[in-house]
């Protein structure tokens, strides 16, 4: 992905006068240009009655049912538990995954330290590889500081 430096350093650029909900809408915009990232959002970590659940913020994309997301659920719910990225080849073959498009073949999640994630879909299969990832989580490590700076 030779545009991979280019992107990240627009988007290191912008964050520096960006609020956050703006750089993660960015982030969506950039992201959802590149080749196979086809559903490209953020969900948020809050707090409900006793316990965390993630809620849907910027994306780009189909719409989804899923706007709220237990913990206990999905491969959003796994990722930010366990507090690592997620990258799953063939959702259909992952039973945590909640279907949001019948064209999604691959997911990649990535969490945003204490704060929620980036999840990204595929309309094909084993679309993120080493280079993906690293970029997502790149991304999330922009998104985390400017949260923590605001
Ligand atoms: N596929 C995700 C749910 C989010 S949406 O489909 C946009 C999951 O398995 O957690």
Redesign the pocket.
Known sequence: MAVTSDLLQALEEESKSLPAEALMQRICEKLAQLPHFN?V?F?MLAQEACKKVLY?GP?V?AP???VR?PLH???????VSQGQTIVVDD?NS?P??????LE?KS?I?VPIRVHGEI?I?SHTHAAFGPEERALVERCADLVGRRLEAQ
Do not use: K, M, N, Q
Request: hydrophobic share 35%; net charge negative; with cysteine.
């Open positions: 559903w959002g969900y849907l994306f994309g989804t049912p899923h997301i659920e999905g491969i959003c719910g796994a990722a959702v992952d945590r995954y909640l279907a949001c498009s999604t997911e999640v999840d879909h």
